[in-house]
């Protein structure tokens, strides 16, 4: 993680004042040694934020799950999520909140004291006080989020102290810096505690409702069983992750000159349903679930460093995926048949998206070639094994 000398000087400023402020409350010390063999009943998890910080989450949520098998488990988690949360019964409840700081790039917005998000924040903390939760998670190794757990009276509260903040904390993690991807910082945790991770790719299901309605909008554009389908999403949630849709199209463009293909553009799934076919290409605008549900049916998927990158992992979708100003170790798409294509040696990488220069020349400087390349391998390894017929062992 990064830290800025502003930041880092806020942070050192925020610790000196407010670590003996929490000392002289008392509330570390009744809970600082708390007992480590008491049940767990009820445990809260906080993630607040975007769509592939939940599909992250999921093997955390799964494993958790299996080692907590009678707790009550809560997940504080943001409303535009809540789609993609659907049928996953991952935690038995979720408290959807929006916190301030989450919302928006731009850092007037996030911290505008005007806004009515800052009036929602204390009722959410209060809503959570009340519950009394047994054990608390946070994976960001942010001092508000430490804080959210403290001042909630989480009985064990369990985080990083590495970005300051850990004396909201009754279990300060030492992070495992040989695997720094999001996943593995939250599947850290559980190890803390002593409990073995048994899965660490995510995994998302749908209903088969959902799969039939994927059939049925395929079948309507002319898809036909057997056909190779790649998925192409040119969306990203911040610009500077967004390598560019004419790029995407070349492309595009040229694997269908090569291969046997059909492509499936897909348009930003929050926008309103459209369905239009030119040629080999098919273009959607869909919800989100609906999204998810064809997304599952292609054979390939190309896109940014974005939610739906890790959507179509979690859906056992192989996947190239172009990387800016993001770190495939941190972030990356996760399980086998993946593909990263990134152009390395930019010192200020990871930028957390605030782009230092007056556009992201880690994007810019991949290549139509390099993601041709990267793509076609993929597809004729792929066609080479569905060419092949089945080997019976004599």
Not at 110 to 125: A, D, M, Q, V
Not at 248 to 258: G, M, S, W
Not at 297 to 326: E, K, W, Y
Not at 340 to 351: A, E, K, T
């Amino acid at each position: 993680m990064k830290f800025g000398p502003w930041r880092q000087r806020i942070v050192r400023l925020v610790d000196t004042v407010v670590a003996p402020i929490v000392s002289a409350l008392g509330h570390l010390r009744v809970s600082a040694n708390p007992d480590a063999s008491a049940e767990v009943s009820s445990i809260l998890v906080v993630e607040y934020w975007n769509l592939g910080d939940i599909v992250m989450l999921s093997p955390f949520l799964q494993n958790l799950r299996t080692q907590y098998p009678k707790a009550y488990i809560v997940l504080l988690a943001s409303p535009k999520t809540a789609p993609l949360l659907a049928h996953q019964n991952l935690v038995d409840e979720i408290i959807y909140a929006r916190i301030p700081w989450a919302q928006h790039y731009s850092r007037w917005k996030k911290y505008n004291p005007f806004s009515r998000l800052w009036i929602e924040l204390p009722l959410t903390l209060k809503l959570l006080r009340k519950r009394r939760f047994d054990l608390g998670f946070t994976a960001r190794a942010d001092l508000r989020d430490n804080f959210m757990l403290w001042f909630a009276a989480v009985r064990r509260r369990i985080g990083y102290s590495f970005g300051g903040g850990g004396y909201f904390l009754t279990d300060q993690v030492a992070p495992d810096v040989r695997h720094p991807h999001w996943a593995d910082r939250w599947l850290r945790l559980l190890e803390h505690l002593g409990k073995p991770v048994i899965a660490r790719e995510p995994h998302l299901d749908l209903s088969s409702e959902e799969r039939l309605g994927a059939a049925k909008i395929l079948d309507e554009l002319g898809v036909e069983s057997g056909d190779f389908l790649v998925g192409v999403h040119p969306g990203a949630r911040s610009v500077t992750r967004q390598w560019g849709k004419d790029n995407f199209n070349e492309v595009a463009r040229r694997l269908c000159d090569r291969f046997p293909i059909k492509i499936i553009w897909f348009h930003d799934p929050n926008q309103g349903s459209s369905i239009q076919k030119d040629g080999q290409f098919l273009f959607l605008s869909l919800p989100l679930r609906q999204f998810m549900a064809v997304l599952s049916q292609c054979s390939l998927f190309l896109c940014n460093d974005s939610g739906p990158m890790h959507i179509a992992t979690a859906l056992s979708v192989p996947t190239v995926a172009i990387f800016g100003p993001g770190d495939p170790a941190w972030y990356g798409p996760l399980g086998p048949n993946n593909q990263v294509v990134i152009r390395p040696g930019f010192w200020c990488r990871s930028c957390l998206d605030y782009c230092l220069f007056d556009q992201p020349y880690c994007l810019r400087a991949i290549g139509v070639q390099d993601v041709y390349e990267a793509s076609a391998r993929s597809i004729e390894a792929m066609l080479v094994r569905q060419a092949q017929p089945d080997q019976v062992p004599t």
